[in-house]
């Protein structure tokens, strides 16, 4: 019998006792689940940084921590966290994030913001949306996430570049990497989706050079994390018209503070980091499926690489 500690908060275990119980089962794993063990009984911790558990220390024969997050940001540098991180790959997450980018990005494709935001009585012929086909669209971050949203923007016929930080193959996208890829992903992109993760190596890569690099009256979409943009420089762009619009899902401080420039800005979308939510069913199988190998001595997946820091 293993234990395995649910660490996240309160309101996320009545939301995965069940579905966690049910995928344990599936997967023929006999555990004991709960929120409060011995922590030198503890096997593995099903994590979240904003449940109780923040030193690992007294968690003597832990094998590993599996995160119900994606972005692990906040977990690669605690020094007292000597076993294996995982971060969550979950399919109804990825599934969540290729709505919510390919929505934005035909948002503005579509022009559909002018049409929505109030009727005046002016017939405006002649402003149809031209083909997708003749859109650019960069995706920076070709990862899970990343590059689902890159293929289902191909099926869409953008004309998809992406960017990652090692050589990438994905179907229909013209791929990029490395610091020198970066100009090439971005140059006259009609649209950017961010899906990087936060790393003192991905800081502010949406910068004043970067985003001059995109078509004059481009747009921006950031559901990866705030710190990804410099948001001086998103303002100033917006303002200079070099940017027309940009829909922002995650910031610098969360929840975004009410005197942000951002929340006034009339060409600044906020969505309060809802862009996609890890899924409890699904995540649920993910997380069994990881303790079944880690008792099995088979390679867990998504094991984060600390050092990289994602
Ligand atoms: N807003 C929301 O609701 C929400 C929900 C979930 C996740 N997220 C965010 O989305 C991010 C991406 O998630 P994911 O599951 O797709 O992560 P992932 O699978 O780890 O993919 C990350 C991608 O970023 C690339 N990358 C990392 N550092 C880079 C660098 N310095 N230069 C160029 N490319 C770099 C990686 O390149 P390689 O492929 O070469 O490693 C990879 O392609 C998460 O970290 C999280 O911050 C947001």
Not at 136 to 155: I, R, S, Y
Not at 158 to 175: D, L, Y
Not at 284 to 295: C, D
């Amino acid at each position: 019998m293993i234990n395995v500690l649910f660490s996240a908060q309160p309101k996320s275990w009545a939301e995965y006792e069940a579905p966690l119980r049910a995928a344990f089962t599936k997967a023929g794993i006999d555990a004991q689940l709960g929120t409060e063990f011995d922590p030198a009984d503890v096997d593995y911790i099903v994590y979240a940084p904003s449940g109780p558990v923040s030193d690992f220390t007294p968690f003597t024969k832990l094998k590993a921590v599996l995160s119900l997050w994606a972005g692990v940001e906040t977990m690669v540098d605690n020094p007292t966290l000597k076993v294996p991180l995982c971060r969550m790959v979950d399919h109804g997450l990825t599934e969540s994030m290729v709505e919510w980018v390919t929505g934005h990005v035909l948002r503005y494709h579509l022009g559909m913001d002018k049409f929505l935001s109030g009727q005046d009585g002016v017939w405006r012929a002649g402003t149809a949306a031209p083909l997708a086909r003749d859109r650019k669209v960069c995706v920076l971050g070709l990862g899970a996430l990343g590059a689902a949203c890159a293929q289902a923007l191909v099926q869409l016929n953008f004309r998809v570049h992406g960017w990652a930080r090692s050589p990438k193959q994905v179907e229909g996208v013209t791929c990029h990497h490395g610091a020198d890829g970066l100009d090439a992903a971005l140059s006259d992109a009609d649209m950017v989706a961010l899906l990087l993760p936060d790393t003192p190596a991905t800081e502010n890569v949406l910068n004043a050079r970067s985003i001059a690099l995109m078509r004059r009256g481009s747009f921006v979409v950031n559901p990866g994390r705030g710190p990804l943009v410099d948001d001086d420089a998103l303002i100033a762009a917006l303002d200079s018209g070099q940017l027309a619009h940009a829909t922002l899902d995650v910031f610098r401080v969360e929840p975004l503070p009410e005197n942000h420039p951002f929340w006034a800005h009339p060409k600044v979308t906020v969505t309060p980091h809802i862009a996609a939510e890890t899924k409890a069913t699904t995540a649920s199988e993910v997380i069994a499926e990881n303790i079944r190998r880690g008792e099995g001595d088979e390679p867990l997946l998504h094991v984060v690489d600390r050092a990289a820091g994602y």
